[in-house]
């Protein structure tokens, strides 16, 4: 099978798209510190287009990009930059919270790595993607040579990442703490395969407005960024934070798997919503873009409530994050055009509950 030109442009797009809004929108780095993207682009950017070509090639949908991005979260997180493990890792004692001695991981860090690669660095990225080329979002962008040098791509920047991070902060994980990323890695990527696949729409019902759905997507998604502060507040409000404690004290004392059950909360609520009106035959592809553009509006607003990994001059920041958060705001408003034109014209593929 052949595949048309604009087809080839989506890829690119969302090679491109991904590591600028898993790591710059997000506010981790400035504008003026691009020379991580030479890793970053083939490692986010081929996953990202790898999980995407297996899903729409198998016919499969969102439950199945979903898993694989956690898949994709344990190989990147557990084996490349190893922050699952790493006391140390960016020098901020992540892992302090929810400790869990027996693995050596924090239960708050991981249940946020997998909601942060699962739903936007791979998620949002697609679903932006497919906005922005939405009469073939269901289709495959990639021949099988194409899927295969995205899958090179991802692996030799997860290498090289690998390579950087072990020697900046001399740390490898036990042989145990692997082989348990590997387990883990391969029952998402189990549950992706076995889920069944998405059968059409025939719940009728009206679905919410995408306006309507992009703000509780929007909400629910800061909520988990907020999960410290959340908790530190609620826990201080009922007299259980020792005032001379400041903010990640409390947090690491205290709070650590308040902030797992409120992640997991948020997490239970988003998924509940999306399956009981996704199923619904007035659900549209508009629908579905408008949680991925919730996505990348929590990213580029909390992008302002945190400094970049690397310090940079705060005018500096403070312009990246603008400049960001504008070129986000531009990519949505076209891919939200296109994809209503292309509903309106009828050219959106007739699609599954995904």
Same mark, same amino acid.
């Given at each position: 099978m052949s595949y048309p030109q604009r087809s080839v442009l989506a890829a690119v797009t969302l090679f491109i798209l991904a590591p600028l809004v898993a790591e710059y929108l997000l506010g981790d780095f400035a504008v003026t510190f691009l020379s991580p993207l030479i890793i970053m682009t083939p490692m986010y950017g081929g996953g990202a287009l790898l999980i995407r070509e297996v899903t729409r090639r198998t016919g499969r949908g969102w439950p199945t990009m979903l898993l694989l991005g956690c898949a994709y979260c344990l190989i990147e997180e557990g084996y490349s930059t190893q922050t699952l493990f790493n006391p140390n890792s960016f020098g901020m004692h992540l892992l302090v919270p929810a400790w869990i001695p027996a693995l050596g991981i924090s239960g708050w860090w991981t249940i946020f790595m997998l909601n942060v690669h699962a739903f936007w660095s791979i998620g949002v990225s697609i679903a932006l993607a497919e906005g922005l080329f939405p009469a073939r979002a269901r289709a495959p962008w990639l021949g099988k040579v194409g899927a295969c040098v995205?899958?090179?791509?991802?692996?030799? !920047?997860?290498?090289?990442?690998?390579?950087?991070?072990?020697?900046?902060?001399?740390?490898?994980?036990?042989?145990?703490?692997?082989?348990?990323? !590997?387990?883990?890695?391969?029952?998402?990527?189990?549950?992706?395969?076995?889920?069944?696949?998405?059968?059409p729409r025939t719940k009728t019902g009206p679905a919410p407005s995408p306006w309507l759905t992009g703000l509780a997507a929007f909400l629910l998604g800061f909520a988990i960024f907020l999960a410290p502060a959340i908790t530190v507040i609620l826990v201080a409000m009922r007299g259980g934070a020792r005032a001379h404690?400041?903010?990640?004290?409390?947090?690491?004392?205290?709070? !650590?798997?308040?902030?797992?059950?409120?992640?997991?909360?948020?997490?239970?609520?988003f998924l509940l919503l999306l399956r009981a009106f996704s199923r619904r035959s007035s659900w549209t592809a508009l629908h579905t873009f408008s949680i991925g553009a919730a996505g990348a509006l929590v990213y580029g607003v909390h992008a302002f409530t945190q400094l970049p990994v690397v310090p940079a001059p705060k005018t500096i920041v403070l312009a990246s994050h603008m400049l960001f958060l504008v070129l986000a705001l531009a990519v949505i408003a076209t891919a939200a055009r296109r994809t209503r034109s292309a509903l309106l014209a009828g050219l959106q593929q007739p699609i599954p509950t995904e």
């Open positions: 995205a899958a090179v791509l991802c692996a030799a !920047g997860m290498a090289v990442n690998a390579a950087y991070m072990i020697r900046h902060y001399h740390f490898i994980a036990s042989t145990t703490q692997f082989a348990i990323t !590997g387990i883990f890695c391969a029952l998402f990527v189990a549950a992706a395969f076995l889920i069944p696949v998405p059968a404690m400041n903010f990640f004290d409390a947090f690491n004392a205290n709070l !650590g798997w308040a902030a797992v059950a409120w992640i997991l909360c948020a997490d239970l609520v």
